[in-house]
């Protein structure tokens, strides 16, 4: 089955209000996470990456947690604006360094933002 | 900078054709990623290339699907004798090198539709 699995298939939140998706995932193995976002008719776009070794990351507006513990991954997404509206999917690397490095997707959320 | 160049954008063909799907990585990366996504799915791995070299293909059916990715040109994904059950966004990504270390970066697919 999947590895990476998300727990809501659409989130729905009030521009300017803070989102956060979420991700879990069942390989312990695992030991980088990629968030993308993916508009309609296009590509996923990169968000944020984190590795194992750390539990907290920030970017621009966005911040990525993990907790190895119970395998999850959370994203969140400080004042949400119109152009938040997409879906997002959290990917994981089953083997850093070498061998496979085909990313497993989870089945996305699709973020709504209401005016 | 271009990005991850996909084409054709849209591609019809009727079954038992052949397909070719083209992908030209981001400049200076060297590995390529082929991915299929399904209506309302998240993205499955199918094969990993680097240049004239096929590193992963587990996730590739055994049957009519093949890739390369030649020393010259872009990479190919190669679909013979295509059925009902092809239909499916076909994206690409490329990094610059391997490990878990760096994201991948998406193409903004091809589209292939089977009448």
């Known amino acids: 089955g999947e590895s990476v699995g998300l727990h809501l298939p659409t989130l729905s939140v009030q521009e300017g209000d803070n989102s956060i998706i979420n991700c879990a995932y069942s390989?312990?193995?695992?030991?980088?996470f990629i968030w993308y976002k993916q508009e309609s008719g296009k590509g996923p776009q990169f968000i944020i990456d984190?590795?194992?070794?750390?539990d907290k990351r920030q970017g621009q507006r966005v911040t990525v947690l993990l907790n190895k513990t119970v395998k999850h991954l959370s994203l969140q997404i400080a004042a949400t604006q119109p152009g938040d509206s997409a879906v997002y999917f959290c990917?994981?690397?089953?083997?850093?360094?070498?061998?496979?490095?085909?990313?497993?997707f989870g089945k996305g959320t699709h973020l709504i933002i209401q005016p | 900078n271009a990005g991850v160049m996909q084409n054709p954008r849209h591609l019809v063909r009727r079954r038992g054709q052949e397909a070719r799907l083209r992908c030209s990585p981001m400049?200076?990366?060297?590995?390529v990623y082929w991915y299929r996504q399904l209506p309302e799915e998240g993205l499955k791995f199918m094969v990993y290339l680097q240049k004239e070299n096929i590193i992963d293909e587990s996730g590739m059916p055994k049957e009519r699907f093949s890739a390369e990715f030649p020393k010259e040109g872009p990479s190919i994904l190669r679909i013979q004798q295509v059925v009902r059950g092809d239909s499916a966004a076909y994206f690409c990504a490329s990094s610059p090198r391997t490990g878990g270390n760096q994201p991948q970066h998406f193409g903004d697919g091809t589209r292939l539709s089977i009448l």
């Open positions: 990917a994981e690397n089953l083997e850093a360094g070498g061998g496979a490095d085909g990313l497993t």
């Open positions: 400049k200076g990366h060297s590995h």
């Open positions: 390989n312990s193995a695992s030991d980088y």
């Open positions: 984190i590795r194992s070794n750390m």
